[in-house]
Each structure stands twice: as structure tokens, then as C-alpha cells.
């Protein structure tokens, strides 16, 4: 029997994955919660929705693309909250097999997907704005409420036992429902059943009535209502990179300023400060989940295309400073850049090149055996004394358009100096006590 552990083990490798929010909302070009918000009429949304077809969708490319940019794994929106289906759900007919497509884009996903090596997940939303048990919820409509909690648990059941193993089921929209109000015990138990060695996120209901008021805090102090510590086997944090010490974690991001589903005109995030959400993920020992919004027509917009190859370029050469590493804040070097390490490795990703000839890593205790730029291969002389590491004949030219990295290899695990275990402005202050005595007027 797997444990939990080996399972999850896979995640933890892959720190980068890809998010995909695609849906008949890509026609109108303005975001995935068009429908909400903005009000439109439900049935001309619902007639738009029934007449998308995009012709140009390609799975395959799709699974290419992933590919060169470096990521290890991928989520495709099955349901969003619209409550269009991308399968073929016998559940209702509001789906791409049943309407104009006559498609089902989630096994081409997955099938696709799997081929080129990567790990598949698929997004549920447990809400479906068509449905009015779903806003009056059990107290106003309990009937209602009990045949749409069974439709979402049934679609649950088709996604997790139609199309093979699944490595994740990314929930979403529980709110304003608890946990108990959608049984999401029960679930989570049928979910184990079909499908043991997936990996459950925590959006399945909170578990008390805080998740009636949308603007109190939550104990996970992560993604907003709707998460639950109880349920599911790692955080969510959404737009913002928040580590959780407690279990597996991933900070799911747009690249584009705002918006996750295509939206015509929407600003894009450049590829440096991209690739410097995924090492900060890394660095505090979490992954990334990149978004891209596809277009209606079914294909990655250009903008993220470009940018996500430049990143699967640097991964290329740095993917060791990425794949498989742990949290790696060792010692202060926000200054410079990030920490990462893998073994007895520790890894300098460097933000900011100053185009001096030396470095300084101030507060790592570990002996350094050889240090090298791993962008260009070449070795780095150094001078290392009790409380400083010195690098010396680094090149005036950034060597890299991104970020250099410089591998320091070492005699034991990576560790600080006591003094440098906390980070400015936190730990015990009187730490530094003894620093400051060394002052002389």
C-alpha cells in the first residue's frame, strides 16, 4: 500500500506546475467570472456557451508547450463556476461533448497530458452559479440544496473514475457552505476510494460559520473562504507566496496582472519576475502554479508562450537549483537573491548582478568543499572565514538573461551560523548583543 508520503512525494519534485483556466467565458474575453460579474442574463450566457466550439484546441500542443516551459505537472479547469462541463458528464448536458464541440476536452487533456511524462489534475468548482440551491443553500431550499450537492458529488465521481488516475482534484467555490453542508467528509472518503494516491487541495468548506461572512479571516490564513486545515492534503495561497511549515504547498498565480481566464487586453507579468515566483516558492519549500487563461479559439496566448520558454530555457540549465529542492533560506542573502538546496548543495540564485569580480554570503557555518556558476560551468575560487564566504572571478556580464545561479557544494548539509538562523527583524534580538559590543567610538 502507498503511504502518504510516497505519494506526495512526486509534488514535491516538481515545484512547477501549470494551471489552465479555459472555458466558453474565454469568448467574451474578459476574465473566467465574467458571467457573475458583470450580471449577465443566464440564458443568453448559457446560448453563447452552447455555441463555443474551439476548433483550434489541440491537446497535444498544449502538452508540448508545457513541456518546454519547465513544468512537471498541470490542472485543467473541468468545471468552472459557470457550470460548464469540459467532459462528457451524464449528469447534465451543459457540457463540450453534448454541445457545438461534440468533444471531450478533458480526455484529450488528460490523454495528451500523460503522454508527454507529466502529472495530470483536474479543477472542480463545487459551485455552479445556474443553480439556485446553490445561493440559497440548505437552510432556504434543503431539498434543492440535497439534489445539487448529489449532482456535484456524482460529477466528482465521473471525473475520478472515466479517464484513469488522476494525480490531483483541485477543488473551488465552496463558499458561503461549510464543510458539513457539502458532506465533503463523504467525498473525501469516495475520492480515496477511486482514486488512492491522489492529492486533494484544502478548498472543500470551512469548517464552522465563518465561511458565511467572505471577509473574516480563516485559520489557514491562505486562499479566503472556503479553505479548510482539516480537509485535503495541501494549501492553496492564492496571488500571494505564503510557506506552511505544516504540509505540502502550492501558491497558485496569474501571469497576467489579475485575471485568470483569457481576457483581451489584460497586462502581462514579464518572465523575470515570473521565474522569481517560482524560485521564492521553492525557496520556502512550496511549488508554483502558473496560470494561463487559453484563448477562445483554444490556443496559449503568444505573451505567455514567450515567457514561459524563457523560463523551460532556464530550467534547462538551473532545473537541479528547482526540481527536488528544498526550502533553502539558510543565511541572509535577500541582498543578492535566493537560497535553495538539494543534498549537501546549497544554490545561489541571484536577482540582482552587480558585475563585481567577488560575492559575499555573510552567516553560512557549513564548510564549502568547491563552488561553481552553474549558468556558464565555470568553478569559482573562495575564501571562507567564520562568519563570511567569499566568490571570487565572477564575470563583469550578467551570464544569464535571467537569473545566474551558483552552486556551492559542501561538506554536510547547508546550515547557518547561530546568529544567522533568523532573518533581519525577527528571532532573538539579543543574539546580536555581543556583534554590537565589537563597536568602538
Known sequence: MTSAQDKSEWFSEARYGLFMHWGPYAGYGRGEQVLFREHLDQNDYAQVARAWNPARFNATAWADQARRGGFRYAILTARHHDGYCLWNSSATRYTA?????????????????????????????????????????????????????????????????????????????????????????????MIRQLQPDILINNRLGTPSAAAQNPSSPNADGGAGPGESRELGDFGTPEHHITADSNRLWESCQVSTWRLWGYARGER??????????????????????????????????????????????????????????????????????????????????????????????????????????????????????????????????????????????????????????????????SRMTDWARAYRE
Request: glycine share 10%; with cysteine; hydrophobic share 40%.
Open 97 to 189: 461533448a453534448a454541445q457545438a464541440p461534440g468533444r471531450d476536452f478533458v480526455r484529450e487533456y488528460v490523454e495528451a497530458f500523460r503522454a508527454a511524462g507529466l502529472r495530470v489534475g483536474l479543477y472542480y468548482s463545487l459551485a455552479d452559479w445556474r443553480i439556485p440551491a446553490y445561493w440559497d443553500g440548505p437552510a432556504k431550499d434543503p431539498g434543492g440544496w440535497e439534489r445539487f450537492r448529489d449532482y456535484v458529488h456524482a460529477q466528482v465521481r465521473e471525473l475520478l473514475t472515466h479517464y484513469g488516475k488522476i494525480d490531483v482534484i483541485w477543488f473551488d467555490g465552496a463558499w458561503p457552505h461549510t464543510a458539513l453542508d457539502w458532506r465533503s467528509v463523504e467525498l473525501v472518503q
Open 268 to 429: 502581462w507579468r514579464p518572465a523575470d519576475v515570473m521565474l522569481d515566483m517560482l524560485v521564492e516558492c521553492a525557496s520556502k519549500g512550496g511549488n508554483l502554479l502558473m496560470n494561463v487563461g487559453p484563448t477562445a479559439e483554444g490556443e496559449f496566448p503568444p505573451e505567455f508562450v514567450e515567457r514561459t520558454e524563457q523560463i523551460g530555457q532556464w530550467l534547462h540549465t538551473h532545473g537541479e537549483a528547482i526540481y527536488g529542492s528544498e526550502s533553502g533560506e539558510v543565511c541572509e542573502f535577500i541582498t543578492r537573491g535566493r537560497q535553495t538546496r538539494k543534498g549537501n548543495n546549497l544554490y545561489l540564485i541571484v536577482r540582482f548582478w552587480d558585475g563585481r569580480p567577488e560575492l559575499s554570503l555573510a552567516g553560512l557555518q557549513t564548510r564549502v568543499l568547491r563552488a561553481v556558476l552553474l549558468t556558464t560551468g565555470q568553478e569559482l575560487a573562495f575564501e571562507q572565514s567564520e562568519d563570511q564566504l567569499i566568490l571570487k572571478g565572477l564575470p563583469t556580464e550578467r551570464p544569464s538573461a535571467l537569473f545566474p545561479v551558483i552552486r556551492l557544494e559542501c561538506d554536510g548539509r547547508p546550515a547557518a551560523r547561530p546568529w544567522a538562523v533568523d532573518r533581519l527583524w525577527s528571532g532573538d534580538a
